[in-house]
């Protein structure tokens, strides 16, 4: 399975990778904002999952996830936000916009695996 994990920080894309690894997935993408993650996604169409920051320069999370959901190519494509926006107001914003679950940072190698179990249909 190919993910891609776009966040500015290269220590939580790192993070993230490591604990996908961990997970088996290793085929996995980067990009350091929303503009990187559109370009990566769009060059390679086959990304069976897409993992977005929200508070990113150029383009941030939200606005990544309202051009790939408006992508008649990407609208069934899995997207996990992970982010330290918490509050209710901003996690029902990003789950119109499209975003098919939501991880609040910090957070554990557990919860990620809960997550992506959950958004791919998989019991855990």
Not at 25 to 43: M, P, R, T
Not at 44 to 59: H, K
Not at 82 to 105: F, H, M, Q
Request: proline share 4%; aromatic share 4%; glycine share 8%.
């Amino acid at each position: 399975m190919k993910l891609l994990v776009v966040d500015d920080s290269s220590t939580m894309r790192r993070i993230i990778k490591n604990t996908l690894a961990r997970l088996d997935h290793k085929d996995v993408l980067e990009g350091a904002d929303g503009v990187e993650g559109w370009a990566a996604l769009d060059a390679n169409p086959d990304v069976e999952m897409l993992i977005t920051d929200w508070n990113m320069p150029e383009m941030n999370g939200l606005e990544l996830v309202k051009k790939v959901r408006a992508d008649s190519r990407f609208t069934e494509l899995p997207i996990i936000m992970v982010t330290t926006e918490g509050g209710k107001s901003e996690v029902i914003v990003a789950l119109k916009a499209g975003v098919n679950n939501y991880i609040v940072k910090p957070f554990t190698p557990a919860v990620l695996k809960e997550k992506l179990g959950a958004v791919m249909g998989v019991a855990e």
